[in-house]
């Protein structure tokens, strides 16, 4: 790979865009960082505030001077919905807010703001009438249709805390997660619709209801939206249950909206770490609603008139900040999708790139993978002459991949924006600008405004300076869409984040800073796992595969996959007198779907009567990747293993798999 492989911005694009080169861009950026608060309170004049802020950014990022905190704009008064919402309706209150476009092709419909307002406004008075209030944590657990948003949006306008779980999450995931925010209020719908089969949430919410409530956790009330009707039964517990279109029928479209501090709680979202169950991100109001705003404004270009289209589910982070509230805050028209890329066939993103006539289109490269081995023929029957700015996000983007998306989707015209950040940081920190930034395919190249990244070498916690260097990725100050804490468990937020070097914040990620200080992202250097795009921690799928009665021990990897970026690979240990057999790997696969979630049930099961351990019993992780790998010819040094002649034999085993 090159690194001289240079795409340079479009020049029309360029002309008009916010930033239109490169010295443009230097210029905003230094005085991000050299003056900060004149910087940041500039870009905060761009929103609404009932009453500005004490102190722009206060904070403490080293554990050595006590407690960790991050303050933005404390003291300002504002609400998310306001500025996403109400201060669009008098110039663009006919403009559409949501497209959304359903799992059939024939299906769609759209919101302008003056009905978004209407929708929001009635959903905070049923939350209201159950007697939420600020505050309070309320559970979202939906498929991608618009009562979603309008849920979310409603929680904010009262100051309640949304946590929102993915639609695809099992029972069991959904209740740890009631339990763990404390919820009382549940949102779901009675199922949802991806590809070819309903899918029954109501029956897993009644279940993680039941679950969380035998764990003393009880959801006093669950709204159900009606999205697939006849095709599902659906239990109702009455006093518990009730349906959406009941409740709204006769609520009032006008809610006075909540005088938010700009560090009040604005939502939970769950994310897997290398340790433990997955940890509550908690995003507060005020900067997380300009971050989010900004970097969907200046990473995309977004303009006036212009068609956002973000592919992501708003269970994940990408979902909530540019499907929902950065598009919004900036008036733009948004597309929530609820189905998949591959049906009715695989040519349905550019389907709707064509029909809706997108301008900027963001997606994963696990999916621009999976559409490159369906062919370039499917793209090209399709008019994608709209699009002018493309997004990759989710996990590393080989350069194949970026030139295909690139030639085939952007025909060449459309700079490709690899966009790196994590649900813990809120907004994209590592982005070209589409009108300024030369790119090189697979490098996410230069820091937004205000973000400083830090190469540290992994094993001295020294910062590396200068270029042509690699390491671990650290961030050296706070920027506002930083999370402010693990909901519940602050030391947690400092052991994970804080502790490791002192000093920094440190994202898990390797990263190496080429010759012309372009930044590459390498993927995780934790025990975290990037399938498709989406975090797994290894001891998450460990601890449900030993959940099973027969199984003793489970060591959990991630190895290279063509499609997925990375698979789960699970060795699997039995307890004494259990026999090996071929039928029992479906049934843990099963076992750990049903567990956490479809996307955690791993791709192979490896047999392992033993598991490689040093001395003191550790299980030495670095030579089960290799083998899963497949390169078990390249263990280097065993010798500080307590008996090497397991290796062996799962080298042996490796083969027959
Ligand atoms: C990975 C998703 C390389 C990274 C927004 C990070 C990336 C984790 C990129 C966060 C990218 C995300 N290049 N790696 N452009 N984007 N990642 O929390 O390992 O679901 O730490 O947030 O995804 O995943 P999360």
Request: net charge negative; with cysteine; proline share 5%.
């Amino acid at each position: 790979m090159s690194n001289d492989e240079l795409y340079s911005p479009p020049e029309n694009l360029a002309k008009k865009a916010w930033i239109k080169n490169m010295d443009e861009y230097k210029e905003m950026y230094d005085r991000s960082i050299n003056d900060p608060e004149g910087f940041w309170a500039e870009q905060a004049e761009q929103f609404f505030w009932y009453e500005k802020w004490d102190k722009v950014c206060d904070h403490n990022y080293n554990v050595k001077n006590g407690k960790i905190f991050i303050e933005w704009f404390k003291g300002a008064k504002t609400n998310i919905t306001v500025n996403c919402i109400d201060r669009h309706l008098k110039d663009r209150g006919d403009q559409t807010a949501i497209i959304w476009e359903g799992n059939e092709p024939d299906e769609d419909c759209t919101l302008t703001y003056k009905q978004l307002h209407e929708e929001v406004c009635k959903f905070a008075n049923v939350l209201k009438k159950h007697g939420a209030k600020k505050g309070d944590r309320i559970s979202i657990y939906m498929p991608m249709i618009p009562e979603l948003a309008i849920a979310m949006l409603a929680c904010a306008r009262i100051g309640a805390v949304h946590s929102i779980v993915f639609g695809a999450f099992s029972p069991t995931s959904l209740s740890d997660r009631i339990v763990d925010s404390s919820c009382s209020l549940l949102v779901t719908t009675d199922g949802g619709f991806r590809g070819k089969k309903p899918v029954p949430l109501k029956e897993n919410a009644d279940k993680a209801m039941q679950m969380a409530s035998k764990q003393g956790t009880d959801i006093k009330q669950c709204i159900v939206v009606q999205r697939v009707g006849d095709k599902l039964e659906t239990a109702m517990q009455k006093g518990r249950d009730f349906w959406w279109h009941d409740e709204m029928k006769d609520a009032s479209p006008d809610c006075e909206p909540e005088k938010m501090d700009a560090e009040d709680p604005l939502f939970i979202l769950y994310t897997s770490g290398s340790t433990g169950k997955p940890k509550g991100a908690q995003h507060n109001v005020g900067g997380y609603m300009m971050f989010t705003a900004l970097t969907h404004k200046y990473i995309f270009d977004y303009q006036d008139g212009d068609i956002w289209w973000c592919t992501a589910d708003i269970g994940w982070v990408t979902g909530h900040s540019y499907i929902v509230y950065g598009p919004l805050a900036n008036g733009a028209t948004t597309i929530m999708f609820e189905g998949i890329p591959t049906y009715p066939d695989a040519g349905r993103f550019w389907a709707v790139v064509d029909k809706h006539k997108v301008t900027q289109f963001y997606t994963a490269p696990t999916a621009i993978r999976a559409l490159i081995s369906h062919g370039e023929d499917i793209p090209a029957k399709y008019d994608l002459s709209t699009l002018k700015v493309l997004g990759s996000v989710g996990e590393p983007i080989n350069p194949e991949a970026w030139r295909w998306y690139h030639k085939h989707i952007g025909r060449g015209r459309c700079p490709v924006v690899d966009t790196w950040w994590q649900t813990e940081t809120g907004g994209i920190l590592i982005s070209p600008l589409p009108g300024a930034t030369p790119c090189k395919p697979g490098s996410a190249t230069f820091p937004f405004f205000g973000v400083v990244p830090v190469v540290i070498e992994a094993e001295t916690g020294k910062v590396v300076e200068g270029n042509d260097v690699s390491g671990v990725l650290a961030l050296s100050r706070p920027w506002p869409g930083q999370m402010r804490t693990v909901f519940g468990d602050h030391e947690r937020f400092e052991e994970n984040y804080f502790k490791m070097y002192p000093g920094y914040y440190f994202t898990g990620d390797g990263c190496r800073r080429d010759k012309d200080g372009y930044y590459w992202v390498t993927g995780r250097v934790d025990d975290v796992i990037n399938v498709s795009g989406h975090r797994i921690g290894t001891a998450e799928v460990e601890s449900a595969l030993v959940l099973h009665e027969k199984v003793a021990e489970a060591a959990v990897v991630g190895f290279p996959h063509d499609i997925k970026g990375q698979g789960i690979y699970a060795y699997v240990t039995l307890m004494d007198g259990m026999e090996y057999e071929d039928g029992l790997k479906k049934t843990l696969i099963d076992f750990v779907r049903n567990e956490i979630g479809a996307i955690a049930a791993p791709d192979v099961i490896h047999w392992a009567p033993g598991l490689p351990k040093t001395r003191s019993g550790k299980i030495m992780r670095r030579i089960l990747r290799k083998i899963a790998a497949d390169e078990g010819d390249q263990l280097g040094d065993t010798s500080t293993l307590a008996d090497p002649s397991v290796v062996d034999q799962l080298k042996e085993s490796y083969r027959k798999i």
